[in-house]
């Protein structure tokens, strides 16, 4: 199916890199290159085609790209820098076609590609990588939906990665496990809870406001906090995917808590 929209982006290092590669079924980069101009770049999924121009195709875009966004700090981490998506473009006709105002809360798929098998080609690729195989798995799976978007829409700090431990510990993984996955120990784990906990710890990043309780003496830096968690939350995403692959056939899934 080819695509109907796209939203501009601007040509960062990650959007170049992405739009030679990412071609998944829920989510593509694509670029245009034309003589010696630079290239421009475009966020498009086949969930926009059942949708006209306006609020209702923007608030899809914006959903769908905040759990790509997520996807992609629990790739890249605290380096990732999500772009905003620009005016919105008809493929069909070449044509500009400005902004929209966008709605929180929408659903980022459409019930009709749901629904649809998936070929070969993309069941391979959701199987076998990472980044597609989150997207894909946060239709159904409201666990890895509900991380994706903590991230997407927080970025990497300690109330984010604290809430991925709160999805990994409520969903079969508790810290010991976490611990394992990531090489950490369970006294790296208790002084993560302990910094992003604390306010003198971490300031405005912090779960709390002022306590009262005693910081740590050296409190975790994000960087390795990030380093912990997302290394154990990429172990746990990565089995859930295995649990909502298309079934040879390619029928979709059902949906998971």
Known sequence: MAYRWGFELLGMNWVDSLSYSLHGPDVAILRDEEDDRPPLFFFTSEHFNDL?????LASRAGALKTIFDGAMFLLE????????????IDFQSDRRRGAFGAAQGVDPFSPSLLAAPMDA???????????????????????VRGMLVMLGTHGVTFTSLYALRDFMNTHGMPDDQIA?????TKADLKLFTHTANNFAASGSAARHGDLGHQP?????????ASEIILKAARRFVS?????????PNGQPAATTA
């Open 52 to 56: 006209e121009p306006g609020p209702a």
């Open 77 to 88: 981490g605290v380096g990732f820098s999500p772009e905003r998506l620009g005016d919105l």
């Open 121 to 143: 080609r993309h069941r391979d690729r959701v199987a076998d990588r990472l980044l597609e195989g989150s997207l894909y798995s946060s239709r159904s799976d409201l666990t």
């Open 180 to 184: 394992k996955a990531s090489g950490a």
């Open 216 to 224: 740590p003496t050296t409190p975790m830096e994000l960087a390795k």
């Open 239 to 247: 089995q859930r995917i295995r649990l909502v692959l298309p079934d």
